[in-house]
Nanobody
């Protein structure tokens, strides 16, 4: 079955960096666009970034442009989210997502940006 497993979250000071990973299995990873979402306490889940199957096309929410980079390694069935210049407002649970015949989510990884 489809599985998405996120890792790499943690506590970081403002201005710091983290790299999230999403290990995927159970589907043909190289043919699927991959997405990262986040959900902050008391807020709706929001789309952060998308990477196309070929790693050529990327889309970002305005608030992370220039700071976050989404990428993928099709040989490792893994998607990444490099997060630089982190801000307290980036604090959230980050989720990996793929849309196939239905939508699948990982369990999420907590990112906390605080001094």
């Amino acid at each position: 079955q489809v599985q998405l497993v996120e890792s790499g979250g943690g506590l970081v000071q403002p201005g710091g960096s983290l790299r999230l990973s999403c290990a995927a299995s159970g589907f043909t990873f190289r043919t699927a666009a991959m997405r990262w979402y986040r959900q902050a306490p008391g807020k709706e889940r929001e789309l952060v970034a998308i990477v196309t199957w070929s790693d050529i096309g990327t889309i970002y929410v305005e608030s992370v442009k220039g700071r976050f980079t989404i990428s993928r390694d099709n040989a490792k069935n893994t998607a990444y989210l490099q997060m630089n210049s982190l801000k307290p407002e980036d604090t959230a649970v980050y989720y990996c997502n793929v849309k196939l015949a239905r939508e699948y989510w990982g369990q999420g990884t907590q990112v906390t940006v605080s001094s």
